[in-house]
C-alpha cells in the first residue's frame, strides 16, 4: 500500500516545482478530465496552472463565479462519469460543503483540494492545520466521510494525485487533499511519472444519455420510509472496508521509544528534525505520521501504546487531530500536546524543549 | 376502425405523477417530453431536476437525470456541457430555485454564454415548502410568508429574471411563455422546441424559457381560477413574448 502511494526513487528527471503546481500536474498525468476553481490564496497557482495545461491537453479549465458553483460543476461532470477535481482554501472549502455533502449522498468521486490557511472567518493566508476536523468529520450535514489524504512534502502532493482519483472513482466519494499554505507555496524537486494505477469498476451509474439502457438517475434524495436509512448503511459498509483496506501511516524509530510524536502534514516534517536530534541527544523518541486522516491509523497508534509511551501531539491548530489519537491510545498512556494556531508555524527547537521536557516527566 | 389521435409520447412515464390538481409541472414535463421524442434526442439527453415541486421529474421523465443542490443547477449544467459538448443538457427549475437561491449560478451561466438549456418554471411561489413568497411573488400576493401581501416596501417588486438575463451578450434566446390555456401552452412548446433546437444545432450561448405555471393550492383558487389568474394578473408584471433572440 505504501508503495502506491511513493514514487519510485530516482526514477524519471528530478524538477524544482512549487507544490500547488507539482500537484496540479500531477492531477493531469493522472487523467483529470476537468477542473472546476475560484481564486483564493494560497492555492492560486493551481488554477493558473491549470488554466495553461488543461486546454493544452484538450480538457476542461473553468474558472466558477463562487465556490459553491466549482463543486457543483464537479458534481456536474462527475455525474457524466468524468474525473474532476477543485482545489480551494479553507474560506472556500466551507462554501464546498454543501456540494461535498451532495456529491456523498450521490455517491460521485470528486478530488477536493484544501490548502489550509488560518482561521476562523476570513482568518489569514499563513499555513494552518485548523481544518482537521471538518475535513474527517464529513464536514457538511448528514452522516458521511471523505477519505483524506495528509501529504507532507512536495513530492507527496504530486503522489497524493493518482490515489485520490483512484480511490475516488474505487469507492464513488469525495477524496479530499489536506495540504497547507507551506506545502502549497515551498518549492523542492520533484519526479512525475505517469503510475499504473488500481482496476477500477465501470462507472455503469453514470448520465450518458440512455441509449440502449434504461435510464440512469443521480440523486441524493430518498423518501418513501426506510430508504435513506438503506443508503446510509451502504455507505456505512463502504466507510468500514475503507477503514479496514485504505489505511496509510509511516512511523520511525517506535520499538525503543519511550516519547512517540504524531504529527501530519509538514508538521510531520519539522517533527522530523526535531525527533532526530533528540536522539542524537540520546533520548529515546520515535514519531508516527499519519498519511490517511480517515481513515485515521487508530490501530497502528493503538499498537504502539500498548508498552506504556508518553505520546505528544503536534499540530498547527488548538489541537484536533489530538482527539483521534486520544481514542486510539484509549487512556493506556499519557498524551500530550502541542500546537501553534491561527497560522503560526513550530520550529524544530520549539518541539525539541517539548520532548525535553517531556523526559523529565516521572517514569511510571 | 378507430384512429388513435392522442397517446402518451413515450419519454413521458405511464405513472401518476404527485403533482396537486391544476398544476402545471403535468403539463411542462409532456411537453419536454414531447420535443425529446420529436427531436429524437432521448438517447443523448441529461437532465437535471430542481430542489422543489419538480423534484422528482426523473420519476416521470424517462432519461438520464440528475437531481442537485436547490439553485445549482446551472453550475451543475456547466460542469456536464464542458465535458460532454456532445450531449443535450436541459435544467428544469422553479422560481425558488433559479430566480432566489441559485440566482448567481444562472447568472453566470448565462455570462459565459453555457451552451444548456433551461426552462424555469414561474408560479410566484414556493409549493414544496408549503407557500412562501419567491422572488417572483406579486405585490399584494398573499403566503405563508407575507401574510398581509407582498410590499414593495418591504419585500421588494417581483423580480423579473428574463429580462436580465437577456442584457447578457452570453444568452442567445430569452422567450416568457404562459399554461393558461391550449393556445398558449402550443406557444411555450414552441418555445422550448426552438431552445433545444439551438442546442442542437452548437449555437453558442444559453437559451432559457420562462414559463408561466398554474399553482391553485398556494394561490387557493380552483385550477380554473388559477389559469384565469396567470391571464388577468401575472401577464401584466410578467409580459409574454420574445425577449432576446
Known amino acids: ?364 | 376502425m378507430m384512429k388513435t389521435v392522442f397517446k402518451r409520447t413515450p419519454t413521458l412515464k405511464d405513472c401518476p405523477t404527485h403533482y396537486c390538481p391544476g398544476c402545471g409541472h403535468g403539463i411542462a414535463h409532456r411537453l419536454i417530453a414531447e420535443i425529446i421524442d420529436e427531436l429524437d434526442i432521448r438517447d443523448r439527453t441529461i437532465g437535471i431536476a430542481p430542489v422543489g415541486c419538480a423534484v422528482l421529474a426523473y420519476d416521470y421523465l424517462d432519461v438520464d437525470m440528475v437531481e442537485v443542490a436547490h439553485g445549482r443547477p446551472p453550475a451543475v449544467a456547466t460542469g456536464m456541457k464542458r465535458t460532454n459538448p456532445d450531449k443535450i443538457i436541459f435544467s428544469y427549475q422553479g422560481d425558488g430555485d433559479l430566480a432566489s437561491i441559485g440566482a448567481a449560478e444562472i447568472l453566470h451561466a448565462g455570462h459565459r454564454g453555457e451552451q444548456i438549456t433551461v426552462i424555469f418554471i414561474n408560479n410566484a411561489v414556493y409549493g414544496m415548502t408549503g407557500g412562501q413568497m419567491a422572488p417572483t411573488t406579486m405585490l399584494g400576493q398573499v403566503t405563508a410568508t407575507t401574510p398581509k401581501g407582498r410590499a414593495a416596501v418591504e419585500q421588494g417588486y417581483p423580480l423579473q429574471v428574463s429580462e436580465l438575463l437577456a442584457t447578457l451578450p452570453g444568452t442567445i434566446y430569452i422567450e416568457r411563455c404562459a399554461l393558461s390555456g391550449v393556445a398558449q401552452i402550443r406557444k411555450t412548446k414552441k418555445a422550448i422546441k426552438h431552445a433545444f433546437e439551438l442546442q442542437i444545432e452548437g449555437a453558442e450561448g444559453l437559451s432559457l424559457v420562462e414559463v408561466l405555471s398554474p399553482c391553485p393550492t398556494y394561490w387557493r383558487m380552483s385550477p380554473t381560477k388559477a389559469m384565469e389568474w396567470i391571464e388577468t394578473n401575472m401577464i401584466k408584471v410578467f409580459p409574454l413574448g420574445r425577449l432576446k433572440g
Not at chain 1, 226 to 251: A, P, R, T
Open chain 1, 1 to 364: 500500500m505504501i508503495e502506491e502511494w511513493q514514487t519510485s526513487k530516482g526514477a524519471g528527471n528530478r524538477i524544482l516545482m512549487c507544490g500547488n503546481e507539482a500537484l496540479a500536474e500531477s492531477a493531469i498525468i493522472a487523467g483529470c478530465d476537468a477542473y472546476f476553481g475560484y481564486p483564493i490564496t494560497p492555492q492560486n497557482e493551481i488554477p493558473a496552472y491549470m488554466s495553461r495545461r488543461m486546454p493544452e491537453e484538450g480538457r476542461i479549465f473553468v474558472q466558477s463565479e463562487s465556490e459553491l458553483a466549482a463543486i457543483n460543476m464537479v458534481f456536474g461532470a462527475s455525474a457524466t462519469g468524468k474525473r474532476a477535481m477543485t482545489s480551494s482554501s479553507s474560506p472556500g472549502i466551507s462554501l464546498m460543503q454543501e456540494g461535498i455533502s451532495y456529491l456523498s449522498g450521490a455517491e460521485l468521486p470528486a478530488v477536493v483540494v484544501n490548502v489550509m490557511r488560518g482561521g476562523p472567518g476570513l482568518g489569514n493566508i499563513a499555513p494552518s492545520q485548523a481544518d482537521y476536523f471538518q475535513a474527517t468529520r464529513g464536514g457538511g450535514h448528514g452522516d458521511y466521510r471523505t477519505i483524506v489524504l495528509g501529504p507532507s512534502g512536495v513530492q507527496e502532493m504530486v503522489d497524493c494525485m493518482p490515489l485520490a482519483f483512484d480511490l475516488a472513482d474505487q469507492y464513488r466519494m469525495t477524496v479530499m487533499v489536506l495540504a497547507d499554505g507551506i506545502l502549497g507555496q515551498m518549492m523542492e524537486p520533484v519526479v512525475l511519472e505517469k503510475k499504473k494505477g488500481r482496476k477500477l469498476p465501470a462507472k455503469e451509474w453514470a448520465l450518458t444519455g440512455a441509449k440502449g439502457r434504461k435510464q440512469n438517475i443521480v440523486r441524493s434524495l430518498w423518501l418513501p420510509e426506510g430508504s435513506l436509512e438503506k443508503l446510509n448503511l451502504k455507505l456505512l459498509d463502504k466507510y468500514k472496508q475503507i477503514e479496514q483496506n485504505e489505511v496509510l501511516c509511516e512511523q520511525y524509530e517506535i520499538d525503543d521509544a519511550e516519547i512517540v510524536v504524531v504529527a501530519y502534514g509538514v508538521a510531520a516534517r519539522i517533527v522530523r528534525s526535531a525527533v532526530s536530534r533528540a536522539r542524537e541527544e540520546g533520548i529515546k523518541a520515535g514519531w508516527i505520521r499519519p498519511i490517511t486522516l480517515w481513515p485515521f491509523p487508530t490501530e497502528q497508534i493503538s499498537k504502539a501504546a500498548d508498552e506504556f509511551r508518553i505520546f505528544l501531539v503536534v499540530e498547527m491548530s488548538n489541537g484536533q487531530m489530538v482527539e483521534d489519537v486520544r481514542l486510539a491510545v484509549n487512556g493506556k498512556s499519557p498524551i500530550l500536546f502541542y500546537g501553534r494556531p491561527g497560522g503560526g508555524v513550530p520550529n524544530v527547537d520549539e518541539i525539541l524543549e517539548q520532548i525535553k521536557q517531556l523526559t523529565l516527566r516521572p517514569k511510571k
